[in-house]
Each structure stands twice: as structure tokens, then as C-alpha cells.
Nanobody, 111 residues
Framework: VQLQASGGGLVMAGGSLSVSCAASGFTLAHYAIGWFRQAPGKEREGVSC????????YYADSVKGRFTIFRDNAEKTVYLQMNSLKPEDTGTYYC?????WGQGTLVTVSS
């Protein structure tokens, strides 16, 4: 199982960014995938999750209405579209499947 996150970068507050998680070594369509983030000096926290069929989604209260998770099972990729970014969204974003973690991609939101 491999999960590779990419797409992070530097963006100004109020801007948008999309991060992606490329999955390999398993059938993405069969599994729920989560996005987590970890800010410097803070614990890792759950941000969003999508079910295997994309029939349900979860969003942390802090990102509801601003972030959208979606998946392309054929492309074996899960995306997190982030709009109206705030400085507190800064952190390393990781995708997750059970005990498997991607290497993370850094998102920095400047004020």
C-alpha cells in the first residue's frame, strides 16, 4: 500500500489550493480514505474523509463549507479542494488508510 500526497504550497489567506493523494497497491474503490493535517507543534487532526463509494463524507467543523473531498477511483486518486484558506489551515496534510500514511504535503497559508 502506498499513498502519495502532493499539491501543497504557499497561498495567501482567502485563496484556494487542491491537494491530491495518489493510491497504489490496493483497490481504492473498496476503501474509505481520510485526510489529516498536522500544524507545527500540534497534534495531527482529522480534516475530512470519503467513503469507498463516495456515498458519505466527513468534515471537521473547522473546514466545513470551505473544503471539499472527492475521489476518482478510476484514477486511484483522492482530492481535497480547499477554498477560503485561513492561516490556521497551515500544516502538513496527510492521506490515510488504516495504518498507512502518505508522506504528507505542506500547505502554508500566509496572512
Amino acid at each position: 500500500v502506498q499513498l502519495q500526497a502532493s499539491g501543497g504550497g504557499l497561498v495567501m489567506a482567502g485563496g484556494s489550493l487542491s491537494v491530491s493523494c495518489a493510491a497504489s497497491g490496493f483497490t481504492l474503490a473498496h476503501y474509505a480514505i481520510g485526510w489529516f493535517r498536522q500544524a507545527p507543534g500540534k497534534e495531527r487532526e482529522g480534516v475530512s474523509c470519503t467513503s469507498s463509494s463516495a456515498g458519505w463524507e466527513y468534515y471537521a467543523d473547522s473546514v466545513k463549507g470551505r473544503f471539499t473531498i472527492f475521489r476518482d477511483n478510476a484514477e486511484k486518486t483522492v482530492y481535497l479542494q480547499m477554498n477560503s484558506l485561513k492561516p490556521e489551515d497551515t500544516g502538513t496534510y496527510y492521506c490515510n488508510l488504516y495504518e498507512y500514511w502518505g508522506q504528507g504535503t505542506l500547505v502554508t497559508v500566509s496572512s
